[in-house]
C-alpha cells in the first residue's frame, strides 16, 4: 500500500517538475532568441542607415558619393551634438 502510494507521488512530482522547468526553460530561450534577434536588427539598422535622414546604405551607394561620405560629411552624428 504505502509503496504504491510513495511511487505514485514520486513519479507525479519528477513528471509536473520536469514539465515545469522544460516550460520555464523554454520561456526563457525563446526570450533570449527574440533579444538576439532584436540585437541584429538594431546593428544592421546601425549599420546599413543614415542615423539622420533614415536613407539606406545602397539608395548612397547607387546614386550618391557613397554612404560612408555621407555618414561623415553631410549628416555627421557629431556635429548635431554641438
Known amino acids: 500500500g504505502s509503496y504504491l ?3 505514485y507521488d514520486s513519479t507525479f512530482f519528477f513528471i ?3 514539465l515545469l522547468l522544460n516550460i520555464i ?6 526570450t533570449f ?3 538576439r534577434a532584436l540585437n541584429k536588427a ?6 546599413n ?3 539622420i535622414c533614415g536613407i539606406d546604405r545602397y539608395t548612397f551607394d547607387r546614386q550618391g558619393e557613397g554612404f560612408e561620405v555621407h555618414i561623415k560629411k553631410d549628416h555627421n552624428l557629431w ?3 554641438y
Not at 25 to 30: K, T
Not at 42 to 47: A, H, L, Q, S
Request: aromatic fraction near 14%; charged fraction near 25%.
Open 42 to 47: 538594431i546593428e544592421y539598422d546601425i549599420k
Open 5 to 7: 502510494r510513495v511511487t
Open 25 to 30: 526553460f523554454g520561456i526563457i530561450i525563446d
Open 49 to 51: 542607415k543614415c542615423f
Open 79 to 81: 556635429h548635431y551634438l
Open 16 to 18: 509536473v517538475i520536469v
Open 33 to 35: 532568441g527574440e533579444l
